[in-house]
């Protein structure tokens, strides 16, 4: 992990109305007179891969929203060990549950260069007292966060499915939207965390997965995996019924 000031991390305030993700986003239901509100009060900032955007149990002033790159949402064992909870990219909102505590539940991370958005508490909680507008995407991004976490249990760290089939269900969750051939890269460490699984297992399934023409390094970018999304669908599809 690496520590990084907020002053080194700022990029200036963001542009609300023409932000690329802002339909993904929380206010891509505002309208014009809205965005008035806003000014001058949400900030650009780009960390680093491996920098700290907050710790668990820091006070929660901010929620955030990545525009680009990616995040990791960690808990950390009394021993130490990290579990990796979710990974967040393009249009993600979180640290949500500054809105209903006084701390956040996780530590953040960036796993690549990431551009965020920072957001006031105080500017969400008054804007969704005062514009019914905002009501609406603030329950759909919190049902989403709960829904993703239920995913990645039932897909990811529960059941009976070997090391390989967790990896290929990781994979494609690590697709990305805008092109679905690329993927998140993640460290056999962090693919250990999200699984419950020892590295040694991990690279054994990405090794079967390389040789099978599945998977591949992205040659323009350290941080990302070229997948055969089609091919490793095919993988987990449950059998036909006759």
């Known amino acids: 992990m690496r520590a990084i000031t907020i002053k080194s991390a700022w990029h200036g ?33 780009d960390y680093p891969s491996g920098a700290v955007i907050y710790h668990a149990g820091a006070h929660g002033e901010w929620l955030f929203t990545v525009r680009s790159g990616a995040v990791k949402l960690v808990r950390y064992g009394a021993d130490g060990t990290q579990r990796i909870l979710r990974i967040l990219g393009r249009g993600d909102v979180f640290g949500l549950e500054a809105l209903v505590s006084p701390a956040y539940d996780h530590t953040s991370i960036a796993l690549s260069p990431v551009a965020l958005c920072r957001i006031p508490r105080v500017l969400v909680e008054r804007l969704n007292r005062d514009t019914p507008r905002l009501q609406k995407p603030l329950l759909e991004h919190w049902h989403a966060a709960l829904a993703e976490a239920d995913a990645w249990l039932a897909e990811l760290t529960a059941g009976h499915a070997d090391v390989k089939t967790r990896v290929v269900r990781l994979l494609l969750r690590l697709a990305d939207d805008v092109e679905p051939g690329r993927a998140i890269r993640l460290s056999l460490e962090d693919i250990g965390a999200i699984l419950g699984a020892a590295p040694e297992s991990a690279s054994r399934a990405l090794g079967i997965l390389r040789r099978s023409n599945l998977l591949s390094d992205a040659p323009d970018s350290r941080y990302h995996w070229l997948i055969d999304r089609a091919g490793l669908k095919a993988l987990v599809a449950p059998p036909a019924e006759d």
């Open 13 to 45: 305030h963001s542009d609300c109305q023409k932000c690329g993700v802002r339909r993904s986003a929380l206010f891509a239901d505002l309208v014009e007179s809205d965005f008035a509100l806003l000014h001058d009060q949400i900030d650009d900032f």
